[in-house]
C-alpha cells in the first residue's frame, strides 16, 4: 500500500492506523498549493479530488476520502480490536467518523480557507466550541477509555489530528478537559509518535 499525504493534514489519520496495522506501506508526500508529489507526479492524475489521502491499495486502485480509508485500513487486522466487526459498534465508528469528517474538520477548514476577519474568526472559534463541547460532554459521561469503546480506534486518530490544528489557529483547548485526557492518551501510542516524526512534526 501506498498512502499520498501531506505533513499534519487529515491524512495523519490514515497514516497512524497504518503504523497501527500488521502491513507494509509506503508514503509520498503531496504538495497541496502545486498539486505535485515528492516524485514529481501530478497528483491530479492520482486523485481528481485534488486532496489528501489517498490510498492506492495496489497498482492503479485508489481508495480517497478518510471516511472510507479509516474503517478499510482498521479491519485489515481484526486483532488489533481497531474496529468492531459489525453491529452497532461498527455503526458507532462510522457515526463519530461521520460528524468528524462533516462538522468538526469543516469548522477548522474555515480557517484555512483564507485570511479571515477578527469577527470572523470569533464566529469561527465558537462553531468549533460548540462542537467540541458536545464531544467533551459525550466523553464526561462515558465509561469507555475511547470514543467508541475501550479500544483505540480509527475515530479517535481522526480527532486527535483535527484538535492538533488548534495550535495552527491560535485556539484554546482548555476548556475541553476530556478532548484534552483522550488526546493525551492518543499521542502517547507508538503508532502517533512515528508518524508525527516521520511528517515532521516533532523531532
Known sequence: ??????????????????????????????????????KGKDYFSINAKGC????????????????AILPFLAQHDPKQDLIPPSGLGRAKVLEWL??????????????????????????????INKLLGYTDHYLSSSDFD???????GPADAYLFVLTNWSKLIAHDLSEFKH???????????????????DEGLID
Do not use: W
Not at 475511547?146 to 483505540?152: E, T
Not at 478532548?179 to 512515528?194: F, G, W
Open 1 to 38: 500500500m501506498k498512502l499520498y499525504y501531506s505533513p499534519g493534514a487529515c491524512s495523519l489519520a490514515s497514516h497512524i492506523i497504518l503504523n497501527e496495522i500488521n502491513v507494509d506501506f509506503d508514503l509520498e508526500r503531496v504538495d497541496l498549493k502545486t498539486h505535485t508529489t515528492e
Open 52 to 67: 489528501v489521502p489517498a490510498l492506492e491499495i495496489n497498482p492503479g486502485l485508489i481508495l480517497t476520502e478518510n471516511v
Open 98 to 127: 461521520g460528524y468528524l469528517n462533516s462538522e468538526l474538520h469543516d469548522a477548522y477548514s474555515v480557517f484555512f480557507a483564507g485570511k479571515l476577519s477578527d469577527e470572523e474568526k470569533q464566529r469561527g472559534y465558537a462553531e
Open 146 to 152: 475511547y470514543l467508541v469503546n475501550d479500544n483505540f
Open 179 to 197: 478532548v484534552l485526557a483522550l488526546r493525551e492518551k492518543v499521542t502517547a501510542r507508538q503508532s502517533v509518535q512515528i508518524a508525527m516524526r
